[in-house]
């Protein structure tokens, strides 16, 4: 079957390479467990972001192929079973609510395969690109710089590392690029609990780590309709984006604590930590800013917790520097040019018209209240009882709770940051920020289970009484994150296809499609049936180009904007 052969590629892909760095530097044998086996998924998930920009900066001859990511993954993996051939059997260890967190993941994964079970091409309009781009990485072995022959858009300032993901995925399971965009979409959707779940495990318990792993995976509407968006590369980076955070909080904290002897597991942790704070980045930019309230935070506490021992706080500042560093050179192959566009256009869009006025903004940065329960992905009242247990967090004076608040904070400064009328501040919206609340619901809610818990003495009954009804609360959720569907957003059938084969067959390569348009923003037409698909299918261009136009330049932008138009 090819969704078995799909599935079980994917478990390759993200277990093998995050296992290899376990082992290799010495730092599994403290992730006891499924916390093992979760933090190696989250470092598989940043393995190939880094790997694929980094190869492109230093080796840009270098491509990859079937055949040499099969063998890199195989090498891997004989290293990790020679590693782990003495006392591997350890890490099948699991405690009992580690197989209730299990269930619950498995659980999640499912909804998210059989909510397209029937539903072959990916939605709406971002997903043409997506496709486009994950065929082009698959065909020329590298991520690509612009998005030619298609359209002359340069790539410059757009995120490719998801594309290093479900290109690999098309490789090994050889299927089309659309297939392995949505399936390593809707696997990353699944697993953006796993990062709830172990800062949670590692730093409250067990208990709390189901409770929030089930919250953000069922009980919340998001992320499980991004699948009707295409919001695929966001997703992606909050897959890894929590993960990240508890690798440098873990990094930070050896840095400053471990003994000479233990020097090795310092340097992997630096080395991982790196690897996933850089791959936020490299896998969505503008994800990368709701992650740097939480670096913040983090190192100001690892900071205050040193300041009374010279030593220490020396410590922790050559550990920050590592880390740091290390990440800021791990995402140098796309920090340079991303800022460079960035901040030539911001400059050119404010001289060009001075500072954007609040009604020209309102288009794309205002939300209305009455939006926040569809966009954040839960009722009010579930919002206003997520605010009480957040309150409960905040009086027993639980760190992870006040973390909580501060990050959202900061990630409603960051999308309401256009009210200062600063366009360089201008980074993405509210609506961005709303759909990723999910995140900071499952710690603060994790907080709140543990927090009863501990009111019952550590009852180990009640702890299991919590996590089992927070399982029954995700089975019960699981039908509603298995069918929600927006049923205008999905635009192909079996028969555009055929149409799409046709087009191909009795058309010249440079007949250009007019198609249906919609504009989302005066500058961003996008189609609005399977006409928009054309240019994947056929190689054929449309007057609607692609949801990247705002890329592209000036000129070429006016006349797709003319031609839409009609």
């Known amino acids: 079957m090819v969704e078995l052969r799909l599935f079980l590629v994917l478990a390759a892909m993200l277990l093998i390479p995050g296992w290899f760095a376990l082992t290799v530097t010495g730092i599994w044998r403290q ?18 972001p880094v790997l694929f920009y980094a190869s492109r900066f230093v080796l840009p001859w270098l491509t990859f192929g079937p055949y040499k990511m099969s063998a890199l993954l195989l090498a891997m993996l004989v290293i990790v079973v020679w590693q782990l051939r003495r006392d591997g059997a350890t890490v099948l260890r699991f405690h009992t609510l580690d197989w209730m967190a299990l269930v619950a993941l498995l659980l999640t994964i499912a909804t998210r395969f059989w909510i397209i079970r029937d539903r072959p091409f990916p939605a709406w309009s971002d997903s043409v690109h997506h496709s486009i781009l994950t ?14 022959p298609y359209f002359p858009i340069p790539l410059d300032q757009y995120h490719l590392g998801l594309y290093s993901l479900s290109a690999t995925l098309q490789w090994i399971a ?16 699944a697993l953006c609990a796993v990062g709830v779940y172990l800062v949670l495990a590692r730093k409250v318990g067990r208990t709390g780590a189901i409770v929030g792993a089930v919250t ?65 980045f490299l896998l969505h930019f503008r994800v990368a800013a709701f992650y740097l309230p939480l670096l913040a935070m983090t190192v100001l506490c690892i900071l205050w917790q040193a300041r009374r021992d010279h030593r220490t706080l020396g410590l922790a500042v050559w550990g920050i520097v590592a880390v740091g560093g290390l990440s800021l050179l791990l995402v140098l192959p796309s920090l340079v040019d991303a800022l460079r566009v960035y901040v030539t256009g911001k400059l050119a869009a404010t001289a060009a018209a001075g500072a954007p006025t609040r009604s020209a903004l309102s288009g794309y940065f205002d939300f209305p209240l009455s939006s926040y329960p569809y966009l954040v992905g839960a009722p009010w009242w579930f919002l206003y009882a997520t605010m009480a247990a957040l309150g409960v967090g905040l009086v027993r004076r639980r760190r992870l709770a006040i973390f909580g608040l501060l990050w959202v904070l900061g990630l409603f400064g960051i999308g309401f940051a256009y009210l200062l009328g600063i366009r360089m501040l201008n ?20 907080v709140f289970a543990e927090e009863i818990v501990h009111l019952a003495r550590g009852s180990a009954k009640v702890a ?63 189609g609005t049936d399977a006409g928009y698909w054309i240019p994947y299918f056929t190689g054929r261009p449309t007057t609607a180009s692609v949801m990247l136009l705002s890329l592209a330049d000036k000129g070429y932008q006016a006349d797709v904007v003319c031609v839409a138009a009609g």
């Open 174 to 189: 050889q299927v089309p690029a659309h297939t392995a965009l949505q399936w390593t979409a809707q696997v990353l959707n």
């Open 135 to 148: 065929q082009l990485t698959a065909v020329t072995g590298q991520l690509p710089y612009t998005l030619e």
């Open 216 to 280: 953000a995976g069922l009980l919340f509407s998001q992320p499980a309709l991004y699948v009707n968006w295409g919001r695929f590369t966001q997703i992606a980076s909050q897959a890894v984006l929590l993960v990240g955070w508890l690798l440098v909080w873990e990094a930070l904290t050896a840095w400053t604590t471990a003994r000479r002897e233990l020097w090795r597991e310092v340097a992997g942790y630096t080395v991982i930590a790196a690897t996933a704070t850089a791959s936020v």
């Open 427 to 446: 980074v993405t919206n509210l609506g961005a920020v709303l759909i990723m609340l999910y995140l900071p619901a499952g710690l603060i809610w994790g």
């Open 31 to 48: 992730w006891p467990g499924l916390q093992g086996w979760l933090l190696a998924t989250g470092i598989g998930i940043s393995f190939y």
């Open 464 to 526: 299991y009484a919590v996590g089992a009804a927070a399982l029954l609360a995700g089975v019960a959720m699981a039908p509603a994150r298995a069918s929600t569907i927006e049923a205008y957003r999905w635009f192909v059938t079996p028969a555009d296809v055929a149409a799409m084969s046709w087009i191909q067959s009795h058309t010249e390569d440079d007949a250009l499609f007019a198609v249906n348009t919609y504009f989302w923003t005066p500058r961003a037409p996008h």
